[in-house]
């Protein structure tokens, strides 16, 4: 065997994207380069991004070499032809009231573009990186979704090089995902969406995912060989006591949609907003329409701050100077293995964390709870939880240092780099 082993990542979101997307492969794939591997990233060349953050240009690894070509999306037709008039904030609504013009866009969206809008993009990039390959071949192919149009680009790269390894990497379910009921899918797109997913676990030398419950929904589904890589922090994040306010800073990051927009969640909130004008609940990241109308009526909206989509700089800054860190787990079947990313940047602070959830939220569940700052609060459950005699209790407690550390993404990638050399072997 080489002894440099030359990796090929098949990721649709990349720097200057921003957002949730972005973190897992671009500090993997540094953090693998590192230890000695040779990667080229294949990515779409884009000038529009859903989110976008030039801060995390300067993270790209020097010695990572990027493939790019050019990216048909419907999206800007879309645009021109807005089925809604409701303000995009990146998330399916839950809302009962869903216009006619939201349920055709829904449907459109689901029945002709499968898996995804970027599908477009399967067959020219089979036949770019065929040729690319074809020059100079590589050892093993990772694909990461969603959007899952990447595992078929790497499924027919697998049929025309069977030689080469690949692992399917799914950051989020298939099928299985939270809004996959909003397609408003006909049978027989429903059954399309199944055969590409099945196709693709059982092609795939390896399947991973971020979470235990949904490697087991893999498996169920006929998944050829599955294994567990969580996602992680790329940095600890230490708390600067020299500026410390008088309040209690509580902080929400990432999306906030109909879905996640619990009652006991801003229950909680009133509560501990109540007990001192100085504390403050600041939510970076962007919000459904609803979710923002409840904040504007919000009795206590004079102490809560929104910011809308954030760069990784100002992210950082809010890790350091809040207290308290919120999550948010949706209510769904598929809510038993979501670990959402921000948490892992949560537990890098090594500060409190209140998540809401279902009790079926199992993998999330048990982090929570183990986790000496931590408390899971059951969306469900009708009993109350004094948070502001919680906090006091807990806030002083020292964490262990390596069971943090198992939460970084540098312990993904050695679980990574021991994969990669058992399949390439």
Not at 31 to 50: A, C, N
Not at 100 to 119: E, M, V
Not at 381 to 408: A, C, V
Request: aromatic share 10%; charged share 25%; hydrophobic share 35%.
């Amino acid at each position: 065997m080489k002894n440099t082993i030359h990796i090929l990542v098949i990721a649709y979101y990349w720097p200057p994207s921003g957002g949730a997307g972005v973190q897992r492969w671009l500090n993997l794939s540094s953090l693998l380069i590192d230890r000695g591997y040779e990667i080229t990233v294949f990515t779409p060349d884009l000038s529009e991004y859903p989110q976008h953050d030039d801060t995390l240009v300067q993270s790209i690894h020097s010695d990572i070499s990027q493939w790019k070509t050019p990216i048909f999306e419907p999206y800007n037709i879309a645009r021109l032809v807005r089925l809604t008039t409701a303000k995009k904030y990146s998330g399916f609504s839950d809302s009962q009231k869903v216009s006619w013009k939201t349920k055709l866009s829904q449907w459109i969206r689901g029945n002709l573009f499968i898996p995804d809008a970027r599908k477009f993009w399967i067959k020219p990039s089979i036949n770019f990186l065929s040729k690319k390959l074809a020059e100079s071949p590589i050892d093993l192919v990772i694909s990461t979704g969603p959007p899952h149009s990447m595992h078929l680009i790497a499924r027919g790269l697998k049929l025309k090089f069977p030689h080469m390894k690949w692992i399917a990497d799914f950051r989020d379910p298939w099928t299985n995902v939270e809004y996959y009921h909003q397609l408003r899918l006909s049978k027989w797109a429903d059954q399309k969406y199944r055969k590409l997913e099945k196709s693709v676990l059982q092609k795939a030398d390896k399947v991973v995912t971020v979470s235990n419950a949904w490697a087991s929904e893999f498996d169920e589904l006929g998944a050829n060989q599955t294994a567990v890589i969580r996602n992680g922090y790329a940095k600890r994040i230490s708390s600067d006591k020299s500026d410390k306010k008088s309040g209690i800073g509580i902080c929400y990051l990432g999306l906030l949609g109909d879905n996640r927009n619990h009652p006991k969640l801003w229950e909680t909130i009133q509560t501990i907003l109540s007990q001192n004008i100085d504390h403050k609940f600041t939510i970076a990241g962007n919000l459904s329409s609803k979710v923002a109308t409840e904040i504007e009526n919000n009795a206590f909206n004079h102490q809560i701050k929104v910011l809308g989509f954030i760069d990784k700089d100002r992210v950082e800054q809010l890790l350091i100077s809040n207290d308290i860190f919120i999550l948010s787990i949706n209510d769904g079947s598929n809510a038993s293995g979501r670990i959402p990313l921000k948490l892992y940047e949560y537990l890098s602070t090594e500060k409190a964390i209140v998540c809401f959830g279902p009790s079926h939220a199992q993998d999330v569940k048990k982090l929570i709870n183990d986790y000496p700052k931590g408390l899971f609060i059951d969306i469900n459950d009708p009993n109350k939880l004094d948070i502001n005699t919680w906090y006091p209790q807990i806030k002083s407690i020292d964490i262990d240092q390596n069971y943090i550390e198992k939460f970084s993404f540098r312990h993904s990638a050695d679980q990574y780099d021991t994969l990669i050399k058992k399949i390439t072997s």
